[in-house]
């Protein structure tokens, strides 16, 4: 079993859904998760960060974490095209390594 | 400012050529790391450095040499490389290890 599953899409949704993200881990010892953003040939930019169990909202993007499930999502609200992308979703524990996902390709169609 | 610049933004280098890829940051992070991406791929961790100490090198062939000269700069030397090194090269930082990363543009490198 890999250390982060993610479902490599692509997702094509209509623009103005809710587009929801989604990675599963094994490691219980992941404590930070993150989620980053990379357009064509450019590099990942970071969206969201945290730490351990919880929500986390940042405008349109909203971040869960269920540590018990081992399940991490991002929602992204009013999806716009500028949205396509492909998302990383990334973690780690206490050294100096984060592990990624192997990415979602996101369209948004308009 | 959580800006991360990598030069140059292209490179096209022969098998026996000899180059070096740059990365600055000035928001004080006291950790950085070279990556490398293939195409559809997510990004792999080549080297690690904590407070201007190499502290992971995940088994990278020699030659790709990094240098940390000072705790804003990051180097990564290239010599003797494959076409199959072929792929952008991610330069990121941190405030320290265990911090949220901030990428850089990368360095799209192809080996002739």
């Known amino acids: 079993q890999k250390e982060v599953e993610q479902d490599p899409g692509p997702l094509s949704v209509p623009e103005g859904a809710i587009v929801s993200l989604n990675c599963t881990y094994s490691n219980s010892a992941f404590q930070y998760f993150m989620w980053y953003r990379q357009y064509s040939r450019k590099g990942p930019e970071l969206l969201m960060y945290t730490y351990s169990s919880g929500n986390k909202e940042d405008g349109r993007f909203t971040a869960q974490v269920d540590k018990s499930s081992k399940y991490i999502s991002l929602f992204i609200r009013d999806s716009q095209p500028s949205d396509s992308a492909t998302y990383l979703c990334?973690?780690?524990?206490?050294?100096?390594?984060?592990?990624f996902g192997k990415g979602t390709r996101l369209h948004i169609l308009p | 400012d959580t800006e991360v610049t990598q030069t140059p933004k292209h490179l096209v280098m022969g098998m026996t050529n000899k180059k070096s890829l740059k990365c600055e940051q000035h928001m004080g992070h006291r950790a950085m790391y070279w990556y490398k991406q293939k195409a559809k791929k997510p990004p792999e961790l080549m080297f690690v450095y904590s407070y201007e100490k190499l502290s992971i090198n995940e088994s990278v062939p020699s030659r790709f040499s990094p240098e940390c000269p000072n705790s804003s700069l990051l180097n990564l030397h290239l010599h003797a490389l494959q076409p199959e090194d072929s792929a952008l090269y991610l330069c990121a930082s941190s405030q320290d290890p265990i911090n949220e990363q901030y990428f850089g543009p990368g360095t799209r490198l192809t080996v002739t």
């Open positions: 990334a973690m780690s524990d206490r050294d100096d390594k984060i592990i």
